[in-house]
Nanobody, 115 residues
Framework: QVQLVESGGGLVQPGGSLRLSCAAS????????MGWFRQAPGKEREFVAR????????YYADSVKGRFTISRDNAKNTVYLQMNSLKPEDTAVYYC????????WGQGTQVTVSS
C-alpha cells in the first residue's frame, strides 16, 4: 500500500504564495510520474501540473502556467508545488498523484485564496 500525504495548504491572500508538499510512503514510487490535480466546490477535478520521475519534463494547465512550479526530490519521494501570484480562482482542494504501474491519490489539502 502506497500512501500520499499532502501538506502546506491553508489560507493566503490574493497575490500571495504557498508551497504544497506531497510525501509518498517509501521507495515504491521509483519511476513514477507525480503531479497535482485540484477540485473547487461544485466543479470537476482538473489537472494542474505533472512531473516525470527524472524531473526532465513538466506539464502545466494553462490556468497556472507562469505562476506555479512543480518539482520533486526523489530521495525523499516528495513532490512540491510552488504557487505564486495566487488568485481566488485557485481556491480548491489540491490532490497529489503518483502514476506508474499503479495509480495513487492523496486525500487532498485545502487551499483558500481570499482577502
Amino acid at each position: 500500500q502506497v500512501q500520499l500525504v499532502e501538506s502546506g495548504g491553508g489560507l493566503v491572500q490574493p497575490g500571495g504564495s504557498l508551497r504544497l508538499s506531497c510525501a509518498a510512503s517509501g521507495r515504491t514510487c521509483t519511476g513514477y510520474a507525480m503531479g497535482w490535480f485540484r477540485q473547487a466546490p461544485g466543479k470537476e477535478r482538473e489537472f494542474v501540473a505533472r512531473i516525470t520521475w527524472s524531473g526532465g519534463s513538466t506539464y502545466y494547465a494553462d490556468s497556472v502556467k507562469g505562476r506555479f512550479t512543480i518539482s520533486r526530490d526523489n530521495a525523499k519521494n516528495t513532490v512540491y508545488l510552488q504557487m505564486n501570484s495566487l488568485k481566488p480562482e485557485d481556491t480548491a482542494v489540491y490532490y497529489c498523484t503518483a502514476t506508474g504501474a499503479y495509480d495513487y491519490w492523496g486525500q487532498g489539502t485545502q487551499v483558500t485564496v481570499s482577502s
